[in-house]
């Protein structure tokens, strides 16, 4: 396509209300996208290189600081590759305590989403009062993940094995309750939500998108649900003949069977819950309700861990091997890769993020869209750029 | 009111996330600029600039950035593990990725470790700036003069050297359990610590030195 | 706010200072009967101290009730190691207003803690008052006790050690001795030689012997300590009166030789 062609308007967005910073390029024609382009200036963070040569305790520690709002996910994959290649597994209360932080992670990071996207769709008038209650479950479900993880951003229980303690009977009991109160409380707000939605959502609701879609699982994650040999990793400048002549961070995208392929909240559900909007903002409703099937099945596996029995598998196995997991992080899927040398330290190791799948379906999805509700699509997908720019090919 | 900016430079965001989740409390006393409630505006002066990440060597816009905030600004705030002490990217390598806490490009006037620091912290934060002082200001003031500082300082600096007295402040500050009391003194396992400069910034010897 | 001490004020931010008896029961310290009049009042629904066990040494102890309290013996004169317990047993309890008793040193980290938690991990928002106890350094403790055994002491029998000039007072149980502080020296640990603060600045409240006459020296520096002694007192757990103006000089004395101790020993060590 011809980008330049003269009657093309561009628009440079600097994105706000998103996770890191985004440079969003549209060329418009009268009141629609033609094209758009999701690029940033974030630096590179090479976390890859971060972590080489370490010992693989240091990198599981490192490579959840890749993100302060999907920290858990980061762990868990990297502690799955890593015994991956250990050949240790986690017996099956570290399983579980995985599962309910991972899904603790995804309540903290969809509300944080919220958060930020509440200009977008919600009243004016009612915006200030959404975001107080907003954060209100945020804090709760914060403090929940600091009893369960040991710290409510980057959960340090989270460890090589499974998970270095489970609750005692006492605080177990206590957020169970707490729990059950905010799963309750959740469904009261997402009522009260749905009154108060502005025109951008009515608009999103007319709009058809349905790409193919990857997810693994509906809550885990399942390296054998889909093939990972199958994701192809391409350069940004690769991806686009197009490009247009500004400065912006050289980054990596991810296809699927050679396939632009949407992950994340609507693919799961699509996938495992047969749930069915094909609208864009089927997305956002999406997220909405994973929140709530997240807390019910928090509650349900905290039910099930066995007190007394062993959360962690405390073998630390040091040598050569090579590891691989796969992770349903609240946007997506992520892969973690990782070869372990000789005296068991980090010899490489690669990281496919989410956002890598969703910035090609977001460019995609913005096309044909009303200009003044442009803006609202890159961020209707949650993408992250501290995670975007923490790996990328060389 | 009192305005802050709130700017990540490219670190993870868990710090100001964490500082949203203030958002409540601080929205009542001053006026919050940033990213997350889309009114980042950098053209303008602040009363506090609260910068957490660390910052890329390589990439110039940052840099000038960084710059830009710091003019605009009366109380520049490192904020977090990356800002203040470079945490674990001081481990970054390659060409094209090299960070360094933000202290070594511009001057900063006080220094918060923490990997993210609690939601609460900011707020005493301000309140101890509102108050007009206070040791642990002057602490953070003095930390503004290291840009490094972690569980190997400690053990070589404080350990090390005997001036340890075994109080387990260390200890019990980490986030990661990367200290341990042997036989009453502390010893470093080196593949937990991530730099986050917690320990140390607890330690009173530590402490009572650098404000001396 | 709690300030630091220097050399006009060795004392730090002060709220009140009194001199303390015990009431209520006979013969519990003035320190244990504040923390049981909070107990039983429910004030705080626990209390984290140190309890001696072997000779000089302690053992950090969470305690719930008043007979456990009750038989926790005296002070501990050596800094006890608040190994990963303090953190476990506030983690993993549904216990969250805390009295702590310690040392200054502990005083300022946990302090620090509360008011800056500067990992998310921090539980001291669990703890409600900290106390500390005067503090003239504490000991290497083999050194320390090979050191009175030759003034014919064991250690089990020592009850409380203060300073006076220059000596060190060692009170045990059948009197007191006195040992010259340049001997005692050698056996401080060299942190404890650097540490400028005597009375434990960052507490809500500090406890020490008083100098001038029979009876425990409180010093209050929060609303909350303060609130905390005049109740206690109130409830007939203590005897509260105002120190008279030759204690607080007699206490901001010795607060400043620790002081200068300090200083030289920065100028020596660093
Ligand atoms: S200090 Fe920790 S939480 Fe803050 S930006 Fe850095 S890695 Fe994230
Ligand atoms: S030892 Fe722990 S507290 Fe200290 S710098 Fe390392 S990770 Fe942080
Ligand atoms: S905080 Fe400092 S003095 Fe206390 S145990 Fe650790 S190193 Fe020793």
Redesign the interface.
């Known amino acids: 396509m011809m980008i330049m062609e003269l009657d093309l308007k561009k628009i440079t967005l600097d994105l ?6 985004v440079k969003f390029l549209m060329y418009c024609k009268s009141n629609k996208v033609e094209k758009a382009f999701f690029l940033t ?6 976390f890859d ?4 040569g ?2 693989p ?2 990198a599981l ?2 490579l959840m ?5 999907c ?1 858990a996910a980061h762990g868990i994959a990297s502690a799955e590759a890593i015994e991956d290649a250990m050949g240790i597994t986690p017996p099956m209360n570290g399983r579980y305590m995985r599962e309910i932080l991972g899904l603790v992670n995804r309540v903290q990071s969809h509300l ?1 989403h919220l ?2 996207a509440i ?1 977008d769709f919600v009243e004016e008038s009612k915006q200030a009062y959404v ?2 209650s907003t ?2 479950i ?2 709760e479900t ?1 403090s929940i993940m ?2 369960l993880g ?5 959960p ?1 229980y989270i460890t090589i094995g499974g998970v ?1 303690k489970i ?2 009977e ?2 177990l009991s ?1 957020i169970i309750e707490n729990i059950g109160n905010l799963r309750d409380k959740y469904a009261e707000y997402r009522k009260e939500l749905i009154n108060c939605l502005n025109e951008t959502y009515d608009y999103l609701r007319t709009i058809k998108f349905k790409p193919k879609f990857l997810g693994s699982d509906l809550f885990y994650g399942d390296k054998y649900s889909i093939s990972v040999d199958k994701i192809k990793l391409i350069k940004y400048s690769d991806f686009h003949d197009d490009l247009p002549d500004v ?1 912006f ?1 050289p980054l990596t995208l991810a296809l699927y069977e050679d396939n632009v392929v949407e992950t994340g909240p609507r693919a799961r559900l699509a996938e495992y819950y047969e749930y069915n909007n094909d609208s864009l903002w089927g997305l956002q409703e999406a997220r909405l309700l994973e929140i709530e099937l997240s807390y019910k099945r928090i509650y349900e596996l905290l039910e099930k861990l066995e007190l007394g029995e062993p959360c962690q598998t405390k073998i630390m196995i040091y040598r050569s091997g090579k590891g691989v997991s796969v992770f349903e992080a609240p946007r997506g899927i992520l892969v973690h890769k990782v070869v372990l040398n000789e005296s068991g330290r980090i010899e490489n190791y690669t990281i496919i993020l989410p956002t890598m799948f969703l910035v090609p379906v977001i460019e995609k999805a913005t096309q044909n869209i009303e200009v003044r509700f442009a803006e609202v699509i890159p961020r209707i997908y949650d993408p992250c750029i ?1 995670c975007y ?1 923490a790996y990328t090919l ?1 | 009111m009192p305005s802050i900016l709130v700017l990540d430079l490219g670190g993870c965001e868990g710090c100001i996330a964490s500082i949203m989740n203030s958002y409540p409390k601080l929205e009542k006393k001053y006026d919050l600029y940033i990213s997350y409630l889309g009114n980042l505006n950098l053209d303008r002066e602040f009363d506090f600039a609260i910068v957490s990440g660390p910052v890329s060597l390589v990439s110039s816009e940052k840099i000038d950035l960084l710059k830009k905030v710091r003019e605009n600004s009366k109380i520049l705030v490192a904020y977090g593990s990356c800002a203040s002490v470079g945490g674990i990217f001081l481990y970054s390598k390659g060409q094209n990725c090299r960070f360094a806490s933000i202290g070594k490009v511009v001057d900063i006037d006080y220094s918060i470790p923490g990997c993210p620091p609690a939601s609460r912290t900011i707020i005493n934060f301000l309140n101890c700036i509102e108050k007009k002082g206070g040791r642990f200001l002057e602490l953070f003031k003095a930390l503004t003069k290291y840009q490094k500082l972690s569980g190997f300082d400690l053990i070589d600096d404080v350990v090390l050297t005997g001036l340890c007295v075994g109080c387990g402040a260390c200890t019990l500050s980490c986030p990661t359990e990367a200290l341990q009391l042997v036989d009453g003194v502390p010893d470093l396992i080196v593949e937990k610590c991530i730099r986050c400069g917690t320990c140390i910034v607890r330690c009173p010897k530590f402490t009572q030195n650098i404000l001396r | 706010m709690f300030h630091d001490v220097n050399l006009e004020n060795p004392i730090g931010s002060v709220e009140g200072i009194y001199v303390a008896k015990p009431k209520k029961v006979e013969n519990a310290g003035v320190v244990t009967s504040i923390l049981l009049y909070m107990l039983e009042n429910k004030k705080v629904d626990g209390v984290v101290t140190a309890r001696k066990v072997k000779g000089i040494l302690g053992k950090i102890l969470l305690i719930k009730t008043r007979d456990e309290l009750l038989n926790t013996v005296g002070n501990c004169w050596s800094v006890v190691p608040y190994t990963m317990k303090l953190k476990d047993m506030l983690t993993s309890s549904n216990l969250n207003k805390i009295a702590f008793v310690g040392l200054p040193c502990q005083a300022q980290f946990l302090r620090h803690m509360k008011t800056f938690p500067l990992v998310e991990s921090d539980f001291a928002n669990k703890i409600y008052v900290i106390i500390s106890l005067f503090c003239m350094g504490t000991f290497i403790t083999d050194g320390f006790v090979k050191l009175i055994r030759e003034y014919k002491i064991s250690p089990e029998d020592v009850k409380n050690i203060d300073i006076d000039k220059d000596y060190l007072v060692i009170i045990h149980s059948d009197g007191e001795i006195k040992v010259p502080v340049d001997i005692v020296l050698n056996h401080i640990q060299h942190g404890c030689l650097l540490c400028p603060d005597y009375t434990g600045v960052f507490a809500d409240i500090s406890a020490g012997r008083a100098i001038t006459k029979k009876g425990t020296l409180l010093i209050t520096r929060s609303k909350l300590g303060d609130n905390i002694i005049k109740k206690a007192s109130e409830e007939g757990y203590i005897e509260v009166e105002s120190a008279s103006e030759d204690e607080i000089t007699k206490l901001k004395e010795k607060a400043l030789e620790k002081l200068k101790r300090a200083m030289d020993y920065t100028a020596k060590l660093l």
């Open positions: 706000q209300r998103v996770c890191g910073e200036n974030y630096p590179f963070r090479g290189n971060i972590v080489k370490k010992n305790i240091f520690y490192a600081r890749i993100c302060g709002i920290h944080m958060v930020m200009p975001l107080k954060l209100d945020l804090n914060h600091t009893k040991g710290s409510s951003t980057h340090s270095e609750p005692n006492k605080i206590k400065e961070t501290p720019s060389r």
